[in-house]
């Protein structure tokens, strides 16, 4: 007799670099014939984030909807204001309410995929259910390995030491420092208490997807899944890039413009969904970008959240830019759909702030990357990305916000960048062993269907 299709709960938490994965995840299972519900944390920070949610859902009427009304933030703590991580600590918080929600579903869940950041709140919730959890990364390989590490890392506070200039995980590449978010040595810090406390409980884990393929990161994968980064770990499932799903949002306008470009003539500028960058380095990439003499569409935030980003572009960057540039440039504010616009032919490189989804869009497509971290796990990616053969990480550039790089120096970069010809093959190898690992038998598909088939 036939089994029923399992019934998977799938959780993100906050952010749209968190919720993106997540749904693309829910969408691959509904490809695979399983019933989805998808529970939302209400409310969300950023309307981004509430636009996809409403929009996947009419766009996959099959997957069901559970409202988690996630508990108050606790009283403001002095050492974030921002207030994605004021999120993430909430939804852990009030992960423990999934469990009167969960039990009264028909069918019955049966197994729960929980983003990375909610897990400490949510395992307690797959015990009390008795159903596997899975885990779902949202970064690399590598950045997830020093993650699932960092309990043998933190001393009482929940901080690191910063004893030496590189930290030591065994079996993987030692950690400089300075890659790291520096949050991570700060005792008590809200946001590495939350990483902290997700970390201590993936060994719960069934397994850990992540949205990377293996040839992109093979030595990781091959580390912990040998178990020796932590005997005995959950497997990492790599089986990305994931797949868009079929969502038309965002500005459509990019799109025209990009079909009177050449081919590959253009950079695509982002630095994600929450990186806001100062006045004076907007007008200083401003410079560099028309030095460059390169086409550029750029897609400028000047605040985190964006509810918030309300300023014109002409405030921001001036009139006489805006006109003199008009047939070179174009500067959009607001949601673009990404994915669309890095399919696009005229695409030569993406100047990117290293967010992984941007990554492994980019690999998927053979874009060439020039990556410039502003924050979180941005560093890390970008040596991987770097490592892999994808594009460049011009280190001397530091953390974006943490001093003003000058526009000639911008210029420079992007022009070397897209004048290198190897690095664009390269790129281009990259995107069709991207595309092979997800095609049917390929490395990423076979992990797919091997967990769905253990659901
Ligand atoms: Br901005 C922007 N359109 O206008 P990352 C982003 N995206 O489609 P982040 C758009 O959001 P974290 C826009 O394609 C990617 O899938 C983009 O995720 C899409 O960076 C996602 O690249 C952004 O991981 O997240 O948002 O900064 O802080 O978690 O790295």
Request: aromatic share 8%; net charge negative.
């Amino acid at each position: 007799s036939q089994r029923p299709p399992p019934h998977v709960a799938v959780f993100p938490s906050a952010e749209m670099g968190h919720l993106t994965p997540l749904l693309r995840v829910a969408a691959m299972l509904v490809s695979h014939n399983c019933s989805v519900t998808l529970i939302t944390a209400q409310p969300p920070v950023s309307a981004a984030e509430a636009t996809h949610i409403t929009a996947f859902l009419a766009a996959y009427p099959t997957i069901n909807r559970i409202d988690l009304q996630i508990l108050p933030p606790t009283p403001s703590d002095p050492a974030t204001s921002d207030p994605f991580v004021v999120q993430f600590e909430a939804i852990i918080r009030s992960g423990h309410l999934l469990t009167p929600l969960l039990s009264t579903t028909s069918p019955p869940i049966s197994a729960i995929f929980s983003d990375i950041a909610s897990v400490a709140g949510v395992c307690q919730v797959a015990d009390d259910l008795d159903i596997p959890i899975y885990i779902v990364s949202i970064t690399c390989a590598r950045f997830s390995s020093f993650v699932a590490y960092m309990p043998n890392l933190v001393e009482s506070g929940s901080s690191i030491t910063m004893a030496e200039s590189s930290i030591h995980v065994p079996g993987l590449v030692p950690f400089d420092i300075s890659t790291l978010p520096p949050f991570f040595f700060i005792p008590n810090h809200i946001f590495t208490n939350c990483v902290v406390a997700n970390s201590r409980v993936l060994t719960k884990a069934k397994g850990i997807l992540l949205n990377t393929f293996h040839s992109f990161e093979p030595e990781t994968i091959a580390a912990v899944n040998g178990g020796k980064v932590i005997p005995g770990f959950p497997p990492f499932l790599p089986i990305g890039p994931l797949k868009p799903h079929k969502l038309e949002l965002g500005d459509r306008r990019p799109l025209p413009w990009l079909d009177q470009q050449p081919p590959q003539s253009v950079v695509y500028v982002c630095f994600g969904s929450r990186t806001a960058m100062s006045r004076d380095q907007i007008i200083e990439l401003r410079n560099g970008l028309e030095g460059s003499g390169k086409q550029f569409l750029w897609v400028l935030k000047s605040r985190t959240v964006d509810k918030e980003d309300t300023e014109e572009l002409e405030e921001l960057l001036g009139n006489s830019f805006i006109e003199r540039t008009k047939h070179k440039g174009m500067v959009v504010k607001g949601w673009v759909n990404q994915e669309e616009i890095l399919s696009h032919p005229s695409i030569g490189v993406f100047l990117s702030h290293g967010g992984w989804n941007s990554v492994m869009e980019a690999a998927a497509r053979g874009i060439p990357m020039l990556a410039w971290p502003p924050l979180g796990d941005q560093k890390v990616n970008a040596g991987v990305m770097e490592a892999a053969g994808l594009g460049i990480w011009e280190k001397g550039w530091g953390w974006l916000g943490e001093k003003t790089v000058k526009g000639e120096e911008i210029a420079e970069k992007v022009r070397m960048v897209m004048s290198d010809e190897r690095l664009r093959e390269k790129a281009r190898k990259i995107g069709e062993e991207a595309n092979k690992a997800i095609e049917v038998g390929g490395s990423s598909d076979k992990v797919l269907r091997e967990i769905i088939e253990n659901l």
